[in-house]
């Protein structure tokens, strides 16, 4: 070709495989070296043997997981049988079945295919010994250390001859290092622990050991988010002492206190279990700081106050300086009230204070009272030794049905102090609670100058972990003036929901023309067993007695006997019962929630 040039000649060669590259195929050769796909394969898992680990079983496997894949194929399902037999008996194993026979089986001939798992599991693995051992410094370390390491080792949440599981033994060695890190050794750790499986014994003896660390002690308080108010008004709320060791329900108490403060919408604190100075470990106390305004409405029944609705207004920091105002009005069917109270921020040497002023109209046991009133209390912060004082002003007027109409007034001054010695101030287990106080209506202020005290206690103690038991005990007596000269929110009645149940709300007291009206003296006593189902619910059997009465030797309990439902809540257990009343004969449903104390 001598008529073509050599760089033209050069480029046809070159582009010449691509051209040739890039040209379409025929269908036909685009497809004959493509292996036809394999038919899609539809099954059936089956799994047969007792429960558990039957559901364990039919929910863990990978045939469960691959059952709806659109690609399955026969090949793929024999490969997913093979591995399920290895899977089942590990499973198996997870709850407690060392020794379980699996079988697995493929039926081809129906359709869609059937795959049979099945299961015979032999003897449950059981816990055999247990060996909790605490190491470090809390061995010597008393009565917080010991105590500490010594209920370690007495509530492991495993025991002989439970069934053994694998989530239940780690959960166990988890509680385990919690409850260590709940007293001042915040850096427990396990050091080592051993499930030792026997399957001819079908028992496995377990070992753990817990390095303590070193103990903690509270440092600095570091707040972080605050802006309208200063650092110094969430430190004031706490009654940490820098130096004093560490706790957890400590903590969780100043918490619960910022919390229930209104100030603030969200609250955490801690101390760094790494710190490198345990004996001064900085306390780290993040906030929220909740709305300024709040308005609050609700409609309610209860079995005391029957139907009704409530409306409250707050402002958390009326003046700019952390005073809080709450405005109440609360129309009920029996009882109207209006009031308005103000609250000021905790001082740094523990005080908080607050003032009231309101009127409260109430129409019970055909008794229509009136109360007007002003007051101030000054109480300490820490809920658990709590001094109360208290000054009141009462005008009173007390209208029972077919009696004469009663108008009185006090200067009321009163002292107080609570005890609580309980291990949850919301839902307690086991503890004690105890409530004294001392008052005079002074005379020359008052309608007739007289004295005043009252008691109030309850206790709480565990039968077993899943049994509680209570006891309450209440007392109080009017002195040096007739009933008629004392205003009527100083006197006593009782009976209703929270007192003696089986007998309608303040029922119990002075005959007076066709009412109830209060006594000079009351007591109440009650006793309680709650078996708890599960962690939220349980059932409750017990018995009430009480009475009001002008004089003690008026004082004839009425005795209130039944059984209830209880709920697990955060603010406290709710409670419904059924209460038969021996002196009405008749049943009575109540209901309440918190702990009203």
């Given at each position: 070709?001598?008529?073509?040039?050599?760089?033209?000649?050069?480029?046809?060669?070159?582009?010449?495989?691509?051209?040739?590259?890039?040209?379409?195929?025929?269908?036909?050769?685009?497809?004959?070296?493509?292996?036809?796909?394999?038919?899609?394969?539809?099954?059936?898992?089956?799994?047969?043997?007792?429960?558990?680990?039957?559901?364990?079983?039919?929910?863990?496997?990978?045939?469960?997981?691959?059952?709806?894949?659109?690609?399955?194929?026969?090949?793929?399902?024999?490969?997913?049988?093979?591995?399920?037999?290895?899977?089942?008996?590990?499973?198996?194993?997870?709850?407690?079945?060392?020794?379980?026979?699996?079988?697995?089986?493929?039926?081809?001939?129906?359709?869609?295919?059937?795959?049979?798992?099945?299961?015979?599991?032999?003897?449950?693995?059981?816990?055999?010994?247990?060996?909790?051992?605490?190491?470090?410094?809390?061995?010597?370390?008393?009565?917080?250390?010991?105590?500490?390491?010594?209920?370690?080792?007495?509530?492991?949440?495993?025991?002989?001859?439970?069934?053994?599981?694998?989530?239940?033994?780690?959960?166990?060695?988890?509680?385990?290092?919690?409850?260590?890190?709940?007293?001042p050794y915040a850096a427990a750790r396990i050091a080592s622990s051993e499930?030792?499986?026997?399957?001819?014994?079908?028992?496995?003896?377990?070992?753990?050991?817990?390095?303590?660390?070193?103990?903690?002690?509270?440092?600095?308080?570091?707040?972080?988010?605050?802006?309208?108010?200063?650092?110094?008004?969430?430190?004031?709320?706490?009654?940490?002492?820098?130096?004093?060791?560490?706790?957890?329900?400590?903590?969780?108490?100043?918490?619960?206190?910022?919390?229930?403060?209104?100030?603030?919408?969200?609250?955490?604190?801690?101390?760094?279990?790494?710190?490198?100075?345990?004996?001064?470990?900085?306390?780290?106390?993040?906030?929220?700081?909740?709305?300024?305004?709040?308005?609050?409405?609700?409609?309610?029944?209860?079995?005391?106050?029957?139907?009704?609705?409530?409306?409250?207004?707050?402002?958390?920091?009326?003046?700019?300086?952390?005073?809080?105002?709450?405005?109440?009005?609360?129309?009920?069917?029996?009882?109207?009230?209006?009031?308005?109270?103000?609250?000021?921020?905790?001082?740094?040497?523990?005080?908080?204070?607050?003032?009231?002023?309101?009127?409260?109209?109430?129409?019970?046991?055909?008794?229509?009272?009136?109360?007007?009133?002003?007051?101030?209390?000054?109480?300490?912060?820490?809920?658990?030794?709590?001094?109360?004082?208290?000054?009141?002003?009462?005008?009173?007027?007390?209208?029972?049905?077919?009696?004469?109409?009663?108008?009185?007034?006090?200067?009321?001054?009163?002292?107080?102090?609570?005890?609580?010695?309980?291990?949850?101030?919301?839902?307690?287990?086991?503890?004690?609670?105890?409530?004294?106080?001392?008052?005079?209506?002074?005379?020359?202020?008052?309608?007739?100058?007289?004295?005043?005290?009252?008691?109030?206690?309850?206790?709480?103690?565990?039968?077993?972990?899943?049994?509680?038991?209570?006891?309450?005990?209440?007392?109080?007596?009017?002195?040096g003036a007739a009933r008629e000269r004392v205003p009527s929110r100083l006197?006593?009645?009782?009976?209703?929901?929270?007192?003696?149940?089986?007998?309608?709300?303040?029922?119990?007291?002075?005959?007076?023309?066709?009412?109830?009206?209060?006594?000079?003296?009351?007591?109440?006593?009650?006793?309680?067993?709650?078996?708890?189902?599960?962690?939220?619910?349980?059932?409750?059997?017990?018995?009430?007695?009480?009475?009001?009465?002008?004089?003690?030797?008026?004082?004839?309990?009425?005795?209130?006997?039944?059984?209830?439902?209880?709920?697990?809540?955060?603010?406290?257990?709710?409670?419904?019962?059924?209460?038969?009343?021996?002196?009405?004969?008749?049943?009575?449903?109540?209901?309440?929630?918190?702990?009203?104390?």
């Open positions: 070709m001598p008529g073509i040039p050599l760089l033209s000649l050069l480029f046809l060669v070159l582009c010449a495989p691509v051209a040739a590259q890039d040209a379409p195929r025929p269908a036909s050769d685009a497809t004959a070296d493509k292996p036809p796909a394999a038919p899609y394969v539809a099954y059936v898992l089956n799994v047969d043997g007792p429960n558990p680990p039957a559901d364990a079983i039919r929910t863990g496997l990978d045939l469960a997981r691959w059952q709806a894949d659109e690609e399955m194929t026969l090949d793929l399902l024999e490969r997913l049988a093979r591995d399920a037999l290895p899977q089942a008996r590990e499973i198996a194993a997870i709850e407690g079945f060392y020794d379980a026979a699996i079988r697995i089986a493929i039926d081809r001939e129906v359709s869609p295919i059937v795959v049979r798992v099945s299961v015979d599991t032999g003897p449950r693995t059981k816990v055999g010994t247990v060996a909790i051992e605490v190491t470090g410094p809390a061995t010597q370390d008393a009565p917080l250390g010991t105590d500490a390491a010594r209920e370690t080792r007495e509530r492991f949440a495993l025991e002989p001859g439970e069934a053994f599981r694998q989530e239940d033994w780690i959960g166990a060695k988890e509680d385990a290092v919690r409850r260590m890190r709940r007293s499930a030792r499986v026997d399957p001819a014994r079908a028992l496995a003896d377990l070992a753990v050991t817990i390095d303590s660390g070193p103990p903690f002690r509270f440092g600095p308080i570091a707040v972080q988010g605050t802006k309208r108010y200063p650092p110094s008004l969430v430190e004031n709320f706490s009654t940490l002492e820098r130096g004093m060791p560490y706790t957890e329900s400590e903590l969780n108490t100043y918490v619960r206190r910022l919390a229930a403060s209104g100030y603030f919408a969200s609250v955490q604190a801690s101390i760094d279990p790494q710190s490198a100075n345990p004996d001064d470990a900085t306390v780290k106390v993040a906030v929220i700081e909740a709305p300024t305004h709040h308005v609050d409405g609700a409609i309610s029944f209860t079995t005391d106050t029957r139907y009704g609705g409530r409306v409250s207004y707050t402002n958390i920091n009326v003046d700019g300086a952390g005073t809080q105002m709450r405005l109440d009005l609360r129309l009920e069917a029996r009882q109207q009230l209006v009031g308005a109270a103000f609250a000021r921020p905790p001082t740094p040497s523990g005080w908080l204070d607050r003032y009231f002023v309101g009127a409260e109209r109430s129409d019970y046991q055909n008794t229509l009272q009136t109360t007007a009133g002003v007051g101030v209390e000054r109480r300490g912060l820490d809920e658990r030794n709590q001094p109360i004082f208290a000054a009141h002003y009462y005008y009173d007027r007390e209208e029972p049905q077919g009696a004469a109409v009663a108008s009185t007034y006090a200067l009321y001054l009163e002292a107080g102090y609570v005890l609580r010695r309980a291990d949850d101030l919301l839902s307690p287990k086991r503890g004690y609670m105890v409530e004294a106080r001392a008052g005079v209506g002074v005379p020359g202020a008052s309608t007739e100058g007289f004295g005043r005290a009252t008691v109030r206690s309850v206790a709480w103690y565990p039968i077993d972990r899943a049994t509680d038991l209570s006891f309450r005990a209440d007392a109080g007596g009017v002195f006197l006593f009645r009782t009976g209703g929901d929270t007192t003696v149940r089986g007998y309608e709300f303040e029922s119990l007291g002075v005959p007076l023309g066709d009412a109830i009206v209060g006594g000079r003296y009351y007591a109440v006593a009650s006793v309680e067993v709650v078996r708890w189902i599960s962690e939220l619910w349980g059932i409750a059997a017990f018995v009430d007695a009480g009475d009001a009465a002008d004089s003690l030797a008026d004082l004839s309990p009425a005795v209130g006997a039944g059984i209830g439902a209880r709920i697990a809540t955060p603010i406290g257990p709710f409670r419904l019962d059924l209460a038969y009343g021996e002196e009405t004969r008749k049943w009575r449903l109540h209901f309440s929630v918190g702990l009203s104390f």
